[in-house]
């Protein structure tokens, strides 16, 4: 059974810095990609970083390019996402999912969810 937990959303101020993780249980491999994904107010969910766990390849949405990354942790199961010079339209709750093979900057059919982390931003 594939639990993803995640945690550290928390409220900061704009410009602030931010790191959300999401720890990973029940792969028996490392052929998966986890994705993070946001829920705006009001907005469609939406994709913003992908990572292949087993070779770290990485994608990162045009929209937040230049001011988040997403990494691993090599000694476990987590993948972090963090998030640099945030703004007030970043506030939302934040989401990791995974799914089998690559991740080639899809986001559908992602089979496993957390149960999402908020992350507030205050101007």
């Known amino acids: 059974q594939v639990q993803l937990v995640e945690s550290g959303g928390e409220t900061v101020q704009a410009g602030g810095s931010l790191t959300v993780s999401c720890a990973i249980f029940g792969y028996t491999d490392y052929d998966y990609c986890v994705g993070w994904f946001r829920q705006v107010s009001g907005k469609e969910r939406e994709g913003v970083a992908q990572l292949h766990f087993g070779s770290a390849i990485k994608y990162i949405e045009n929209s937040v390019k230049g001011r988040f990354a997403i990494s691993r942790d090599d000694a476990g199961n987590v993948v972090r996402l963090q998030m640099t010079n945030l703004k007030p339209e970043d506030t939302g709750e934040y989401f990791c999912?995974?799914?089998?093979?690559?991740?080639?900057?899809?986001?559908?059919?992602?089979?496993?969810w957390g149960q999402g982390t908020q992350v507030t931003v205050s101007s």
């Open positions: 999912a995974t799914r089998a093979g690559v991740c080639g900057g899809k986001w559908s059919r992602f089979d496993y």
